[in-house]
């Protein structure tokens, strides 16, 4: 892939991940928990997602842990057919990740890497988000590391119980 389209697919991803945010922050339109995951739905644009919440954080700065005010830390799997998201993974910590900072996400022993901007990372390629969800599938638990713009590390761990039914519900929701 070249640099243009490296670009323009940041540019496309960066503008789901403004809808996605909004969508999150917006929806009640939770259609179905699946142990602890979500799958949450929305028209107009049709979107749906599967979500969850860590099930443990711990922040540290120099090797020592920390408190850390954080927004909402969420690990999703994304489909909205219009633009072509078909499984589109994303995290959000709840803070700024420090400038040209990329997130790790180890799943059982399988090491990813997300590219961050704002408050948000995903994967670079559609092929990098099925490989993820093909591993979230197989997988326990998903840790996800990112550095804060003010230099705290976060780990976030999430259960991936209900995680196959949650995203195959979502995605068949969103004619994926």
């Known amino acids: ?39 949450f739905v929305e028209d107009n644009p049709t979107e749906c997602w599967g979500v969850a919440t860590p099930k443990e954080t711990v922040n540290t700065r120099e090797g020592r842990v920390v408190a850390a005010t954080r927004g909402q830390i969420l690990l999703m799997v994304f489909y909205r057919p219009s633009a072509q998201a078909n499984g589109q993974v994303a995290f959000t910590g709840g803070y700024p990740f420090r400038s040209g900072s990329t997130v790790n996400v180890n799943i059982s022993g399988n090491e990813f890497e997300l590219f961050t901007d704002g408050e948000w990372a995903w994967p670079a390629t559609p092929a990098d988000d099925s490989k993820i969800v093909t591993a979230m599938k197989r997988g326990a638990d998903a840790i996800v590391t990112g550095v804060s713009s ?27």
């Open 150 to 176: 003010r230099g705290t590390t976060t780990k976030d761990t999430f259960s991936l119980l209900g995680f196959t039914a949650a995203v195959e519900d979502a995605e068949s929701r969103c004619g994926g």
């Open 1 to 39: 892939m070249g640099f243009i389209s490296k670009i323009a697919l940041g540019l496309g991803a960066l503008s789901l991940m403004t809808c996605v945010a909004a969508a999150q922050e917006q929806s009640t339109n939770r259609v179905a928990a699946k142990t602890d995951w979500s799958v």
